[in-house]
Structure formats: structure tokens, C-alpha cells
């Protein structure tokens, strides 16, 4: 290569000096202090809005200014699209963009200034930390966004799935406490069991506005329930009432073809524009479909890290390495212990048999050996060796099985959906779709759809 150009002082072989050498840290993100509380408004949505709708009761709670982004729109992926990074997975695009979006509303509705929004505003969201498609660098590309659309040095909060999490710095306003993570925890199981009974009621119910209408009293019966202090006396009494509720809405004596979903988990879990609608559409064509439960996917990262930390005890190469490994085992034993333990304490009251919901949850352990052969269940990253074991678990009680995942998602789209062709060949029952979501092109995915359960209801039909 010629050096003529280049400047004399630079032609050393430690590199040009005209090469900025400094370390890039990433995109500022300045702590909330606490004496700014009050003067803080906490912008907040994780993944669909039920889960965000109940984790309201936490800040009410703890004395904290809140705004409830609620659910995700395909306007969301426009604004994404607009600031972030060319080729991202439309999960990025919808959070990012749905941050974007608020904050030019918000601008627009208060005439505040872009500095003026930075200081009043922050944002807490959930997830960020996987991604091997991004190495980890979520919260980055959230923060790229926002401050190409002009909010420089705008505040984010990334909480991840495990209970205990690193601490947030020293005079914190807002920290990720066992008490969040707690709330946060029963959020998801409490969005998880309106779920289960949209699912067990919709396809069914002879008046399904009526039956909505129920889920949406039921909603608003356990938040209140869960704003109190005593929220662990008060929710289970809220839960039987609302499972009476939902057990007297009239049904349809209707034998329907079952569908499951499975696949990334936005894609798979989003139950809004993010997944194009996907279980309600399923469950409108005429069939039944089983719920996604975002407290099966928290176990399953607790089930990941587990076996990451005996596998670090195994080869760790120094005493120091084998201590470390041992702690975050205990740690993600106890996550494990609080995870089942609050689910199964809820489900009592909750009761979905008595409405014909279906709340079970799977057996890891048995789903890592079933797909062993096919997939090795410590190849991590999405959702790992999950839609390999539930499509050999499901394939003979299912009457169709839909892999979903984001346009581009390495796991699901490059690795899963490879090894589903030896699946299929297995269990030539299966009726299986992959589809990819990216915010547009919903007709067409929506009309691969209604292929696969036009073939589920022939096979109802013919016995």
C-alpha cells in the first residue's frame, strides 16, 4: 500500500497517530439519582401490555411517577427503522422505536425541549442482554436511536430475567432490588394467567365481546389487588373470584383443531402488531391455540445459566474460577426455587381447569434430552433447543405447529429451523409453518397461516 499521502509523523509501526486511539465506552447513559424522583417521569413496556399493565402496581406502590407506554404498534417499527441500524430484528426496531415515537409526543403535547424531555424522562425495559446476533449490545442500539433522533444523554433501565441482579450505582433512584424483581416476576405470571384464559374462552365463547369484556374486569380486579401492601393475601382472594368470573361465561360445546406456537421469544410471546396479533388470529380462524407462557422462557434462562455454571465448575481452570461458577449456581438455584414457588402458590387460586385453560409447564430437563440427538441442548442463544423438543413433544397431540421468529434471527431462522427438516421427516404428521415477522407484510404471513390450519381443520374433519 502506497504511504505517500499519508502524514510523515504517522508512518510508524505502532500505527498512524491520526487514528483516534482512545477506547469507545458506548453512548452515555447517566444515572437517575434519587433526589431527582419526583422530578422524574418513568416511561415504561416490556414485550405486550398486559405485563406492563400489571407492573403499574410497583410503582404505585413505591412512589413513583409512571407512564404505561402500553402496547407495540407497526408505527413503532417506522420510527425503529428510521434512527436505528440496518438489518436489526424487528424486536429492537418495535422498542426502540416505541421509545422514539412517545418521546416526539411527548415533545409535542408538553412543547417541551429535547434537553427538557432528557432530564424529566426515563425509560425502564426488560431483555437486552442476549442477542448473538448483537453480542449483548441492545441497550446500545436502544441508545444509538434515541440519540440520533436528537435526545442526547436520554436515561434507559435494562432489567434482565434473572431475580438477582448486579446492583445499579451507589444513590440510585430506581434499583433493580429483589422487591422489583419479585413484582416483576408476578407481573408476567399474572399477564400469563389472562392469557391462558383468553386463550380458553375466545375460540369458544358464544358472545366473545362479552367474554373480553370479562378478561378485561378481570384485569382490572388483580391490579388493584396487587397495588396493595398485602398483595400476597390479597391477589389469591382476587384470583378465585376472577377464575369464578371466567367460569361462568357461556361456551360452545365445539370440538376445535389445537395449535401451538413456539419459536423466538417476542415473536412467539408479543400477543400484539409485534406478532402480527397471531394467537388471536388463530384463535378468530376457528381453532384452539396454546398459550404462550412467558414464565415457562424465564425458566428456561434460569435452566441456561444453570448449566453454564455446572459446566464452568467442571472445566474451570483455578480455585477462583470453580468459587465464581459454585456462586452463580446457588444463585440461579434460588432464582429457579422463587420462580416455581410464586407460580405454583398463584395457579391454586387461579384454578384455570376449572375453565379449561392450560397452564402447564414443561420439564426442561426432559425437553434437553428429547432434542439431544438433533440439537445439543448447550448450544445457546434465543430459545435454544426448545422448538426442537416441542415440536417432538407436541408432534402427536397437536393439530399444527408454528415456529415464529424476527425477520433475520440467527437461532431461530439460521439453526432451529434447519434441524425442524429432520424433524418433519421423523413425524410426517406434524403440520408444521416457520414464519418470519418484520413489522410489514402481514397479509402474506397471515395468509401462510390460514394454509396451515385450512390443513388442521381437514384433519379434524376427517377424523
Known sequence: ?????????????????????????????PAWLKKDKKKVTLLFNFVERRKSFFLQAYFHRHGFIYKDLGDHIYEDVRWGKEYGNRMECNPMYFTSGSIIKNLFQI????????????????????GGQCGPCRYGMYPQEYLKAINDAGFKGFRILIFSSDIIQDPMPKGSAFTFSLAFKIDILISVILADFIHIAECALRPYAKDKEQALAVLSKAEEILLEAFKSPLYLIKLPEALKKVSKMIADVPRKNLKLPKIYVTGEFFANLAH???????????????????????????????????????????????????????????????????????????????????FG???????????????????????????????????????????????????????????????????????PQLNFLSIETSGDNEVNILSRVSMLLFKAKQKISLG
Open 1 to 29: 500500500m502506497s504511504t505517500e499521502n499519508i502524514p510523515s509523523d504517522s508512518k510508524q509501526l505502532n500505527g498512524p497517530k491520526f487514528l483516534k486511539s482512545e477506547q469507545w465506552d458506548g453512548y452515555p447513559n
Open 107 to 126: 415533545q409535542k403535547e408538553t412543547g417541551l425541549t429535547k434537553e427538557e424531555i432528557v432530564n424529566k424522562y426515563v425509560f425502564l425495559g426488560g
Open 272 to 354: 400484539n402488531e409485534g406478532n402480527y396479533n397471531l394467537r388471536r388470529f388463530i384463535m378468530d380462524e376457528g381453532c384452539e391455540v396454546f398459550p404462550g407462557l412467558f414464565t415457562q422462557r424465564i425458566l428456561y434462562d434460569n435452566w441456561r445459566r444453570t448449566r453454564e455454571a455446572i459446566r464452568g465448575i467442571k472445566f474451570a481452570a483455578s480455585e477462583m474460577e470453580r468459587k465464581f461458577h459454585q456462586t452463580a449456581l446457588r444463585k440461579q438455584n434460588v432464582s429457579t426455587s422463587i420462580v416455581n414457588w410464586f407460580y405454583k402458590y398463584f395457579i391454586k387460586s387461579f384454578n384455570p381447569e376449572s
Open 357 to 427: 385453560g392450560k397452564s402447564e409447564i414443561l420439564d426442561l430437563d426432559h425437553l434437553a434430552e428429547l432434542a439431544r440427538p438433533y440439537y445439543h441442548p448447550e448450544i445457546f442463544g434465543g430459545e435454544g433447543n426448545l422448538e426442537i423438543a416441542e415440536a417432538i413433544h407436541y408432534a402427536n397431540s397437536v393439530d399444527g405447529f408454528i415456529s415464529s421468529k424476527p425477520f433475520g434471527c440467527m437461532p431461530s431462522s439460521g439453526v432451529s429451523d434447519g434441524v425442524q427438516a429432520k424433524i418433519m421427516s421423523m413425524y
